[in-house]
């Protein structure tokens, strides 16, 4: 069944965007996805977080298809449980490249994400994890960090803004790295030329899918990028706001429902926010 509106590819982030701040998912966004897939279009969450950050979520939503995780670096597979693609962040390069950004602003707080479906998230001492549900194994010192290849790097700072920090990040690191914002207190660098737009794109073409019917939703600079390759981006009222000075269209907010509200306007059919009470459901759970 085709699907009736000009979209046959639904790519939503999940931090900010799908999700509530609490990490839940809402019965009203999980009824607006159902419409999704009802109509004959697909669903594809296109995260930072990486695929063992995801899969409780995937698990919730009953996915067995594809997953764009880690800013881009994976394509996962939910009904293989296994990666179409990976790329890692060369470990010498991200320590240079920290080293650069260090020179500049003084000590920063570092954890990385293994490269795997079962990579683990490793924090060196002072760094605070933005998202207190997620696990995370603290290692006494940095090149504790570097014991297997990582997918990417998460910097915090003592008292720099997350704009601050990225912008004098991308201003040293150059080639080295690319380098995101993707939420409050996440800054990170990724394989240089690596985004959540070349991850969007691959799992694309696995699914015969074109950018011209592709809807994106989001709400960090991390989804610029994203936004850019698909045909719409629809940024949520609480998005950053460079992402709203390129987004086509405005939502309400994460907490509200944003991504389910347009879904209904777009697939009709489900029951607008307001009109009956909508309960939260568990998404990601510690040590997923």
Not at 118 to 142: C, F
Not at 145 to 171: G, N, Q
Not at 266 to 284: D, K, N, S, V, Y
Request: glycine content about 10%; proline content about 6%.
């Amino acid at each position: 069944m085709a699907a009736p509106t000009a979209y046959s590819l639904i790519a939503t982030d999940l931090d900010g965007t799908l999700l509530r701040g609490d990490d839940s998912l809402s019965d009203r966004s999980l009824a607006a996805l159902a419409l999704v897939t009802r109509a004959g279009a697909r669903h594809l969450v296109v995260t930072g977080r990486p695929v063992p950050r995801v899969r409780p979520l995937l698990d919730e939503l009953g996915s067995t298809g594809l997953a764009v995780c880690g800013q881009g670096s994976q394509v996962y597979d939910a009904g293989a449980n296994r990666l179409l693609h990976s790329v890692t962040l060369d470990r010498e390069l991200a320590e240079t490249a920290l080293g650069k950004i260090e020179a500049e602003v003084g000590e920063v707080y570092a954890a990385v994400d293994q490269d795997g479906a079962d990579g683990l998230t490793l924090i060196e001492p002072g760094y605070r994890m933005p998202h207190p549900t997620l696990p995370a194994v603290r290692v006494g010192r940095r090149d504790g960090l570097w014991v297997l290849p990582i997918s990417k790097v998460l910097l915090r700072h003592p008292y720099l803004t997350d704009d601050e920090l990225a912008a004098t990040a991308r201003s040293v690191v150059g080639s080295l790295a690319t380098v995101t914002m993707s939420g409050p207190g996440t800054v990170e660098l990724q394989p240089c030329g690596v985004t959540k737009a070349t991850g969007l794109a691959l799992a694309a073409e696995h699914l015969g899918l074109s950018r011209e019917r592709t809807l994106a939703f989001g709400d960090m600079p991390n989804d610029i990028p994203m936004f850019d390759w698909a045909a719409h981006g629809v940024a949520m009222a609480n998005a950053h706001p460079e992402l709203k000075a390129v987004a086509d269209e405005i939502t309400t907010t994460n907490e509200d429902d944003g991504v389910a509200a347009v879904l209904e306007r777009l697939f009709g059919g489900a029951e607008r926010g307001g009109t009956r009470p909508h309960t939260c459901r568990p998404a990601l759970r510690p040590g997923g």
